[in-house]
Every structure is written in structure tokens, then in C-alpha cells.
């Protein structure tokens, strides 16, 4: 019940957009941006194509949830601090739950395209080549050992718009943005020691107490009265086990960063707003008068647009159709619920499939060894092309995807002879089934590429391997990829740049001696490393990023080229003269530059540069949203600020409010042995003691069970 409590304020009504009924009009930009997608109309329509047997087990769910808000004392002291009462909990609302989860996993698509547009206007072909990138030598795919990369040439001359933010008014972003991502992989049962298959699975999300997470294992008996056994973590809101195992088959997600949605340009009648052309065709859209409730305000009302192929959307000059898998009919459902009842790889591979979910990377063994990979969640239809992650123009004749993929044409691996698998949010395939889906802001690689190489690492004669040691890897924090440039930074600070200049030999010299290889709290050369990273971005990126901004919230050259790391390599490492930035003589003077800007940085409030540990910027700050809202509550509402190892570009994905949302290693069959830890604890209320349970085993990493232990308490349930 307690639990429930901030789901009922925030994620139904974040999917909705019904947040400003509850906070007033500063919600409201938000609201507007979310229903856009009508998203509480489709869960309705949705509900009618699920099976009766789904739709019953939701009702109870839903009594259920209902049942226990009624009983409770008094209200959540979220709604208490609103002045506000919770309002029940509806069949629909529990298929918002997984759509608000579509925004955190796919909701940089739109954003993503939308400046994609931009680039392309902006730039030439050849420009555009160089600057988005389609892999990297750090990719690291299931089905090759590395991606050939017909690398471009870097052409003579930059875009005007390149390289302005080196004197302009822009901010250094010293840890960069993480984007949503995941780790995942698996053994088979002839890489182990004993021949049981495991699996590993880390979940990189915001974190916030309450935790996103619920832990849950269930007992009870299928159609034919045989044991069911399940357990995992569930989604508040939602009644299926997301991730976890059910003793025949183990299984974990990652976001998959396919390209799932597709702007469409569009021609409007100039003698009638609502007749559209799309492609060849007229067509009349549907206006769809959304209210939304104002708290302390009128309601307010707002004309959706709809088309065949989705909602409209004005974008500056341009009008587009926003052509999203998340808007067709099968994008949600409680097909997951089925996988309690897999008892193959090849089951739990079908259950995904069929699964209305954001498309995730599945990663699942069963307990006769087998594992294997595929994507769990509707796919796009689509042919491949080169345009897909580009708005369509209004002259294109192929106007984005047709439908969701057939699950016989879902790609797979099943058993390679590595007896391994992985992925983390990088390109998964090599060959040319990585066009059906698509890139959608895919990882550049370095973290795949450190999990693969620890997989492969883990041989039987070196070693026990079994969950513990599958599950060490999750907590590998080597910074092998910043080490590159640790050592570019080195390089240029040379005798002649640090002559005269005390702060660039003392970054010198804390890059040499305060760095272990690790993203450890205690490093200092680490996040030196880290900053002139992110500088460096500031120095070629920064303008630009002013620009895209303004055109969608969420738009950056971050969101447009995922890759981006690897043109700031070349342009580094290759040096061209037509691109070095406004304002800069050379190369030299940019890197200088960029590592003046971290020194300026750090040093501003009077911090030493000795004394700026990674730890002291990586610090936990992790916290139930109202803490700022009522700050004087702060110390109950949050967790213990700890300093934290880890980063983005590495197995141990750390930042202060978002990284590891949970850890799980566990073999099918086996779930007494298998290990589990997450940040927050079971309850959502900051006074009880489970608040906050088991999240020092978190922080530190310690390999905690997986499976619950003695039963210490029993709830009866007695019917009326």
C-alpha cells in the first residue's frame, strides 16, 4: 500500500498528462508535451484487445490496490503534503505504468530526429557523414568480433555552426548526461563450473526513493494445479515479474536504442489547418480536445491533431506526424505475465515477442545451459533505410514503418560458441540484421567491449566461475576507455604549456600520480580525465547545443550523435585545419583550453585541485522528489550521501541520481544461490525501517541473496 503511494502521484499521471491536477500550472509544459499522445484514451482501447484471463487477473490487481488504499489510517503523506486525495487505481492505469516507462526508454527519439533534421539542413553530406558516426572500433556485437566502419573522410571544412562554444556563454557539463541504458549477460553451462547457465542483469535508471523496483516471489499453482514458482522485481503498478527467474528460465532487459519512431514531414492546406498532405495523400486530421485540470487553475484545453499515422506536431518551420511504435494498438499488453510459464530458452524468446513492452535487449538461460539474446517488445516494420533516423520529407514515397515485425523475423543468437552474451545498450549486431532495428542513439561500444573482454576473461582453469564470479563484472569501475584520454591529456601538457602556468603542472602531476586505472572515489587524475572529456565537447559542441535546445526540450548534439566521442577522437588525433574551433589557433590551444576550463571549474569556489576526488563530484544523491519541495524533511526523505566508484563508460554505471537500479546474477533452478542487491528497500514510507533496507549492501556492492530467507511473518487473507 505504502508503495503505491507516489506511483499514484506520479507515473500514471506522467504517461497521461495529468501531473498539473496535482502541482498547478508549473506541470504544465510537461502535460502538454505528454498528451500529445493520448496515451490514458489508448490504455482504455487497449484494455479491450488484451485476453479475458488478463484483463480478470488486472481486476483483481486493481481491487487489490484499491482495497488497500481504502484501509489505510490516514493518506499517503505524499497527498497529505499536496492537500490533495489519491484517487483510485484504474484497470487503465496499470498499462500507463509501462507506457511512462516508453518515455524513459524510448522518449530521446523525438528529440533525436528532430535535431537530426536540423544537422542535415545545417550541414553537407560529407559533414553530416563525419559528424554521425554508425559504429566505432570500441563496438563490440554478438555476431562479429568487431563492426568494419567504412570510415569517412573528415572534409575540408566544418559547419559554420561547429566550434562556437569555446568563448560563448555556455556552461561545462563536467559529468556528462548518462543516458538510460542497462547491462546484461549470460554464461552458458559449458563455461561454468558446475554447467548452470547464469545470468546478470543491472538496470541503469534515475534512482529515487521510493525505489523503482519491488521485490516479489510468487508461489502458487498453474491451470493444471503444478507448481509456479517466480520471483524477481516488479514494477509498482504493474503485476508482472519484469525481470528475474521462475526456475526453468532465467532472464534480464537493456534497452535496445532502436529506431522506434519516426518523424514524418508533412504539407498543410493553407485553406484548411486540418487537411494534411502526407506523401501523395490528403488527408483530413481528427482533432481530439484534451482537457487538462489545472490545481488552483482553469482547466485547460488542448486541440490534439491526429492522422492515420500519428499525432501532429509543429517543429519551427517544419510540421511533423510523429509516427511512434508506443501509439499502435499492440505497444502494451501483460504478455510478460507468460513468463512465468516458460520453461525453454526458446519459451521465454516466444514470451518476449509477443510482449507489449519498450523493445529491450532479452538476455535469458535455462537451467539445461542453453542461453541466448533477442528483444523482448514490439519492433517496427520497416525495410531498411537510410532516412529512418532522419525526419521524411514530404517528397519521400516510403513514409517510415508499416505496422509491428513478425516474431518469426525477430533477430536472435541462441548458443554461440563463446559460450557467452551481453549487451549494453550498443550496437548488438554487426551483420545486416542490425537494420531491423535500426539505431536509435545506440552506445558507442566501450562498455560492451569491457563486458565481453571480462566474460571471455572468465575461464574455468583460472578459477571458480559460477554467480558470484558472473556477478563481479557488474562491478568493474577500470577506466579503460577515459585512459585514452588521460594520455591525450598527458600529451599536450608538454614542458612548454606548463611553463609558467603552477595549475597545469599540478593538473599534470595529479593526472600521473592520483589515478589507479579505476573510477575510484579517491582519483583525482580520474575525474581531471573525465573533465577535459566533457570540456572538450564544451569546446566544439557547446553552440550548437544552445541551438538544438531551443527546438525540442531534450535536444543536444549528445541526443543527435551518440557517437560523438569518436569525432572528437578523430578531429583530436587527425587534426584538420577547417575545424578547429572559432577563436583557436591550433589544436594545441583547444586542448589547453578545455583543460583551463576544468581547472577554472573546480577551483571557482576555492577548491583545491588536489582535493577534487572523483568520489567528492560522484556523490549519491539519491532522494524522494519532495525532498526539495519541503527541504526541512530532507534528512528522512533521502539516502546517505555516499561517494561512489564507477561511470558511464564502464560496467559500474555510477552517477549521483542514476546508474545501477538493481543487481541480479542468478542461474534457473538455482535462486538459493543467486545474488541480488538494489538501492532503496521495500517500503515507501520514510519512517519505516524498510525505507532504506539493504541499500548499504548496494553501496558497497556485497553480493546479497537473491532468493527470500526463513519466513519470519505470514499475511492470511480471509474472504468477506
Known sequence: ????????????????????????????????????????????????????????????????????????????????????????????????????????????????????GYLREHTTKDQLDFLLPTASKWEAPLDAESIPDPVPPIPATAPTWLGRGGLGPVTLRETLRMSVGSNNWALAGSRTSDGRAVVQNDMHLGIRLPHIWYRAFLEYPDRDGKPIRIGGVTLPGAPAVVVGSNGHVAWGFTNSYGDYLDLIE?????????????????????????????????????????????????????????HWIAHDPRAVNLGLLKMAEAKTLAQAQAVGHRAGMPAQNMVAADRDGHIGWTIAGPIPARHASPSASFPFSITESALGFAGVMAAEEYPRVIDPPSGQIWTANARQLGGPSYSLLGDGGADPGPRAQQIRDDLTALRKESGRVDERAVYQIALDDRAVYLATWRARALAVLDAESLSGNPQRAEFRRLLEQSWDGHASVDSVGYRLTRGFLSSLYTEFFGGIDQTLSALAPGCDFDTVSSRWQIVLERLIDEKPPGWIPNGRKDYREVQLAAIDRVISQISKDGTPLAKATWGARNTARIEHPFAAVVPQLRRWLSAPSDPQPGDGDMPRVSGPSFGQSERMAVSPGHEQDGIFNMPGGQSGHPLSRYFLAGHSAWVRGEPTAFSPGQTTATLTFVPK
Open 266 to 322: 508533412v504539407q498543410r492546406d493553407p485553406q484548411n489547418p486540418q487537411r494534411l498532405k502526407t506523401g501523395a495523400d490528403w488527408e483530413n486530421a481528427t482533432v481530439f480536445p484534451e482537457s487538462i485540470m489545472v490545481k488552483g487553475g482553469n482547466p485547460e484545453t488542448l486541440s490534439v491533431r491526429e492522422t492515420s499515422l500519428g499525432p501532429v506536431v509543429d517543429v519551427g518551420a517544419h510540421v511533423y506526424v510523429v
Open 1 to 116: 500500500r505504502e508503495r503505491c503511494a507516489l506511483h499514484h502521484v506520479l507515473v500514471r499521471r506522467v504517461a497521461a498528462g495529468e501531473l498539473a491536477a496535482l502541482f498547478g500550472a508549473s506541470a504544465l509544459p510537461l502535460d502538454r508535451r505528454t498528451r500529445l499522445h493520448r496515451f490514458r484514451a489508448r490504455a482504455k482501447a487497449a484494455l479491450l484487445a488484451n485476453p479475458a484471463e488478463d484483463v480478470a487477473l488486472l481486476r483483481r490487481y486493481v481491487q487489490g490496490v484499491n482495497d488497500g488504499l481504502h484501509a489505510l489510517s490516514s493518506r499517503p503523506f505524499e497527498y497529505a503534503l499536496l492537500r490533495s486525495d489519491p484517487v483510485p487505481w484504474q484497470l487503465e492505469d496499470s498499462l500507463l505504468v509501462v507506457w511512462a516507462m516508453y518515455f524513459d526508454l524510448q522518449g530521446n527519439l523525438q528529440p533525436r530526429e528532430i535535431g537530426r
